[in-house]
């Protein structure tokens, strides 16, 4: 089974960038600097900042559907960030690197089917749970944080 990786829209996103602490604090959110090459996780390049690199910190609805499975979170998104795209049964690179939990929904955002993983396990594991005809689309958590990294579908 060939999937998709889809990475957040950086629209949402750009003009957090302008704001000062204070507007960014107001709102809940925070500007960061990577301090390691891994532990920043952009949810728009579906890459890890680089040290030095400037991220806001923002609670994002990424899970948006009328079940109790709706869900948000933290994410991390660096400041001018180009959408990741990546082909058919690429994974990301910052995947291999963690501990990761995937959540098989169906198409009405109820949760059918999970696991976790390391991450040089995701494609098998990909695999199973899309061998689940109910399971519409697969979202990718970081296991130990528990934050949300990505959007899988079938490709």
């Known amino acids: 089974m060939t999937f998709q990786f889809h990475a957040l829209s950086p629209e949402p996103f750009a003009a957090l960038f302008a704001l000062d602490d204070d507007a960014l604090h107001a709102r809940g959110m925070r500007r960061v600097r990577a301090t390691a090459p891994v ?3 952009c949810r728009v390049s579906l890459a890890d900042a680089e040290p030095g690199d400037t991220l806001v910190l923002v609670h994002h609805l990424h899970h948006d559907v009328p079940t109790p499975f ?4 933290p994410v991390y998104v660096r400041e001018g960030a180009v959408q990741a795209r990546p082909t058919p049964g ?3 690179a910052f995947l291999r690197v963690r501990v990761v939990s995937l959540r098989g ?3 009405g955002g109820m949760m059918q089917q999970a696991d976790v993983v390391d991450g040089g396990g995701i494609d098998a594991a990909l695999a199973g749970l899309f ?4 399971v519409a689309y ?3 958590h970081s296991a130990k944080p528990g934050c949300f990294l990505c959007r899988a579908t079938r490709a």
């Open 131 to 134: 061998a689940n005809a109910a």
């Open 39 to 41: 532990g920043f996780p």
């Open 70 to 73: 709706r869900a948000s979170g």
């Open 90 to 92: 690429e994974v990301p």
């Open 138 to 140: 697969v979202d990718v």
């Open 105 to 107: 929904y169906d198409a």
